[in-house]
């Protein structure tokens, strides 16, 4: 399991006692202000989402979340309003969204033994229709396919919703209305 600083005071540890962990080699320094307790940590979504807890996961790390790909992603791609600071750490691909619709569909999802945050599948399909020419057409047509399968689950109020946050939605809602 993975944990911040504030995690571990929050849970009634102390600096001290922190450092006197990682000494004894029951708790394992990962990089400044974050610790596992497993010796054999792996740089993972949770991870991830601890080292930029500002950050949305989206993009092909969300449709393989999601299981609507195959297609493992060689990075982590991530979202952040438009004037974060950038994300400078090989294997992370970071793309800058607009305040006014950076948070629409986010969501805390558990996976394994931590938390992610990322977009529900609504906002996920507003995405794939939206940045369409980002993504490799097989990609684009393998998750789309998946959509259909899971037509009967999406919330079509929500994403109707969704899209008067984007000053293209009319034209969005269109595109997935002959879509799926």
């Keep these: 399991m993975i944990f911040t600083t504030k995690e571990l005071i929050g849970k009634g540890e102390s600096k001290y006692s922190i450092r006197t962990k990682v000494s004894n080699g029951t708790l394992y320094l990962v990089e400044r202000g974050i610790y596992s ?35 493992i992603p060689d990075n982590f791609y991530f979202a952040t309003q438009q004037h974060s600071f950038p994300i400078r750490k090989d294997g ?40 369409k ?8 047509f393998e998750v789309l396919e998946s959509f259909r399968k899971i037509k009967s689950e999406l919330d079509f109020y929500k994403i109707n919703c969704y899209l008067k946050c984007f000053s293209n939605g009319r034209t969005l809602l269109e595109r997935i209305k002959e879509s799926i």
């Design 37 to 71: 307790d497993d010796p054999l940590f792996e740089i993972d979504e949770v991870y991830a989402s601890k080292k930029y807890p500002e950050a949305i996961l989206t993009g092909l790390s969300a449709f393989y979340l999601y299981d609507l790909t195959d297609q």
């Design 92 to 131: 992370f691909v970071q793309s800058y969204q607009d305040e006014s619709f950076f948070r629409v569909g986010a969501v805390v999802k558990r996976i394994g033994s931590g938390d992610v945050v990322t977009y529900d599948l609504e906002r996920m399909l507003i995405e794939l229709f939206r940045l």
């Design 133 to 140: 020419e980002k993504y490799p057409k097989d990609l684009y």
